[in-house]
């Protein structure tokens, strides 16, 4: 181990403390030859040694630490106080890491550093999800403030959930495994409800625009990155088995490990629930027709009648991983992750809730009221009857998803060349009457080609690169694929000047055939504020691609003689509007502001606080003809389109707080996380809204389903054996079950024996916003837009349908590991 001293008298005379440490990557593979760089008190620089241990003699003091090695992420922290016997653990990662916000891990003595990123990241780590027994990653996810957990369906666990960041719209928001984009181009997003714990090390939320991340500029809330199982230096296997309420049952096994120079990583999840729901009841068809129970008759209309439907629950899931990486030396990797998914879902308890004022509810196979009659007996009253089940019937969803990655660095001249080459898809079958897009059968392809060189300074960095992506879209109603090619370029640095002050910035350069070329920019810096603490600031632009789909034009057709609206765009509202795709649409872009602040207390506790604002322009909203107060049913074609457009502006500000306090006597861990979130439309221009059904996009009125205020509190107790974890989620008022303002409450105790544990963990202990059924119409009213009379609009309430989730449940589980 070579040593060397910048200021060496200092050093000899103060002298006094033994300092170690060892620099290792995520799999705790060790890092030989990294430089260490120490400066405070003293100043002195190390090389670690073949185990890539490092040790020397420094005064007690606080001090910054840098290491670099050729083929990693330079990673910069201020250690806090550390004194004789202090221990560093360093984790680096290698340049084709997993994670979109590419930084190491450094703790000393097991306590906290100072993080001197421009924008920090939030990470749940997979042990804060087992603490916490959860099955899926999304109940991690809820924890984090700027997330929003988005229910387009309902809030039962069988429907589709997905995430957006600091605003209303999922398709703003990248989702991404291991760094590989996975956004569907029907929707924009992707269904994460089913993505089960056992498959992942850790989920990352990446808020805001970072300079230095690794995609392009397509996103402007931040990134949700899923890390799958990584190989460990040790050899390790886990299996586990769980039982629960609403017959729920799961059985994983995880094994990492390294053979010779192979790592490798599988795991695999089986899950089944019967569910909260198993009943039959009376369905009154959600069409908007009247209800007609008569005999089919020449010259009337179709019956429209109430029919007897099995509403049920049941999830099955199966999900598999294999992650194998080769490591040639210690810069010279290849590596391939397949990450499959298959679930089917019975949502028809989901999508047939009850119509407002319930006051009749049908449970068995006969009626068990009065109204309606049988469908024996003639009957015509207006749709939908108070206290019904209101939707379409049986519903069958089923998913799969598959995500390819190959991947390979290797070190040319000074850096490290990267090549990343990935395809994937989500793959959509439903077997029923959907209710928004989420329920359309469907399959989403990209494949993605990808290269980059980059090198490493002792103070800063640089890269370049590109990919080359190509994605379709087929599905119902689709005539022919569609399909589009983007290429992509950029150039992004990181670099320290001085003692105190880093400066990093990135140029992303985009291409798409469908729409054509969009440049962009980021920048941040982050200066210290003396031993403890940094201020930290970031500007940049980003931009949102036109979903294929909506640029689809769904082209009418002749029913019985007559042009009618394609029903798979949509179906028509009250005044024969259809939805309908625009060939036109261009890309959303926004510019976006951040500045935060972090500070050490101590080893023990830290706080990161930080307040954004984001300027949308050309934001894709729908177009309704004559502002959705003239009926088009009456008009020779008798129908007319809405399609979406770029029109108007919008606005995302707030700010985070999180801290983050250890209690070494108590052995207990306390995170506090705190989010305002403020958005809102402005300057949306005529025939936006709808106001005659009740419009919900109102100018300077924050969106609809996007809480101002979200929260978390988490707690991590662990003592000889014993562990107990517990979870607190608040969300505020506007919330995404258009509920009043709830707290959910999770936790689990258990006991370790050695290589046997044993946990009871219960999720939403007191039953908060829970039931079976959605109620439409029962929300908390949003304060929406309204025709008047001569072409004037009003304000006034917009009913929302009311969603809730499961209820109180509890399961055991036991884990062996090895």
């Known amino acids: 181990m070579r040593e060397a001293h910048d200021n060496v008298l200092p050093v000899l005379i103060a002298a006094c403390c033994l300092i170690g440490g060892n620099v290792h990557t995520p799999t705790g593979a060790p890092v ?29 003091g606080r001090y910054d630490l840098t290491v670099t090695a050729p083929g990693y992420v330079t990673i910069t922290v201020n250690t806090g106080p550390v004194s004789d016997g202090s221990r560093v653990d360093v ?100 269904d994460l409800s089913q993505f089960a714990v056992p498959a992942f090390s850790a989920v990352s939320v990446s808020e805001g625009l970072g300079p230095t991340d690794a995609e392009g500029s397509n996103t402007f809330g931040g990134a949700v990155n899923f890390e799958s199982l990584r190989p460990t230096l040790d050899d390790h296997v886990s299996f586990s088995g769980s039982v629960g309420s609403y017959g729920t049952t799961q059985t994983w096994l995880n094994a990492t490990g390294t053979i010779g120079k192979l790592g490798y990583a599988f795991a695999g999840d089986d899950y089944h629930q019967a569910g909260q729901v198993d009943q039959y009841a009376l369905v009154v068809p959600g069409n908007n027709l009247p209800i007609s129970c008569a005999p089919p008759q020449q010259g009337l209309p179709p019956p429209n009648c109430p029919a007897y439907t099995h509403l049920g629950s049941t999830i099955s899931a199966l999900l598999g991983l294999v992650n194998l990486d080769y490591a040639f030396s210690q810069r010279s990797d290849v590596g391939f992750r397949v990450f499959t998914l298959g679930d089917n879902r019975d949502e028809s308890a989901a999508l047939n809730g009850i119509a407002g004022n319930s006051t009749c509810v ?20 207006a749709n939908p009857v108070f206290g019904d089940h209101i939707g379409q019937g049986t519903a069958a969803f089923a998913q799969t998803i598959r995500a390819y990655d190959a991947y390979g660095r290797a070190p040319l001249g000074s850096g490290t060349l990267l090549a990343d080459f990935y395809a994937d898809s989500d793959n959509i079958d439903f077997d029923g009457g959907s209710v928004s897009p989420y329920d359309v059968s469907h399959l989403d392809t990209r494949y993605n080609e990808g290269l980059s060189w980059g090198r490493t300074f002792d103070t800063g960095e640089f890269s370049f690169g590109g990919y080359s992506r190509q994605e379709s879209l087929s599905g119902l109603g689709i005539s022919s694929t569609l399909a589009q090619s983007i290429t992509s370029y950029f150039f992004r640095g990181a670099q320290q000047i001085g003692k105190g002050l880093r400066l990093s910035g990135g140029l992303y350069d985009a291409n798409y055939s469908t729409f054509g070329n969009t440049l962009n920019w980021r920048l941040g810096l982050s200066q210290d504020l ?60 926004a510019t976006e502001y951040e500045l935060g602040f972090s500070h050490l207390f101590s080893s023990t506790s830290n706080l990161d606080v930080s307040v954004y604002r984001s300027n949308l322009r050309d934001t894709i909203e729908n177009y309704y003809p004559g502002g959705g107060a003239k009926s088009f049913c009456g008009t020779p074609l008798g129908f007319a389109y809405v399609v979406p457009v770029n029109i108007g502006n919008a606005v995302y500000e707030g700010a985070e707080a999180r801290y983050k306090q250890l209690f070494p006597r108590l052995h207990l861990t306390a995170t506090l996380s705190y989010g305002l979130n403020v958005a809102y439309p402005y300057a949306l221009g005529p025939f936006v809204s709808n106001p005659t059904s009740g419009g919900t996009l109102i100018a300077d009125q924050q969106f609809l389903g996007v809480p101002q205020q979200q929260g978390s509190a988490t707690f991590a107790w662990t003592r000889n054996g014993w562990h107990a974890s517990s979870a607190f989620t608040f969300a505020g008022n506007n919330n995404t079950l258009h509920l009043p303002a709830y707290t959910l409450v999770d936790a689990a105790i258990g006991m370790n024996f050695g290589h046997l544990d044993f946990t009871l963990a219960a999720t939403n202990i007191f039953n908060a916003v829970s039931g079976p059924f959605t109620l439409y119409d029962a929300g908390v009213p949003y304060r929406g837009l309204y025709a008047g009379p001569n072409g004037t609009q009003y304000l006034a309430n917009v009913p929302t349908n009311a969603l809730y989730v499961q209820p109180a449940s509890v399961k055991f589980i036991f884990t062996v590991h090895e």
């Open 362 to 381: 049908f449970s068995g196979p006969g009626p068990a009221c009065a109204f309606p009659p049988p469908p024996s007996a003639p009957n015509v009253v």
């Open 91 to 190: 984790v680096l990662e290698p340049s084709d890491t997993p994670k979109l916000r590419t930084i190491g891990q450094v703790t000393v003595n097991g306590g906290f550093t100072l993080d001197r990123n421009v924008i920090p990241t939030m990470d749940v780590s997979r042990a804060q999800m087992d603490a916490l027994g959860y099955t899926q990653v999304l109940e991690a996810l809820q924890q984090v403030p700027s997330v929003v957990i988005q229910h387009p369906d309902s809030g039962a666990a069988t429907a589709p959930a997905v995430v957006s960041l600091r605003g209303p719209d999922p398709s703003e928001a990248m989702v991404t495994l291991d760094g590989q984009q996975l956004n569907d181009g029907n929707t924009g997003d992707i």
């Open 32 to 60: 030989a030859r990294a430089v260490v760089s120490l400066r405070g008190p003293a100043r002195v620089t190390l090389t670690t040694d073949s185990k890539g241990n490092f040790s020397t003699q420094l005064p007690a």
């Open 530 to 589: 003396g031993s403890s603490s940094v201020v930290h600031a970031s500007a940049g632009t980003g931009f949102r691609a036109p979903l294929l789909i909506e640029r689809y034009f769904f082209p009418p057709v002749i029913v019985d003689g007559k042009v009618v609206p394609n029903p798979n765009g949509g179906p028509e509202d009250s005044n024969c509007v259809a939805p309908n795709g625009n060939p036109a649409e261009q890309p959303e872009h």
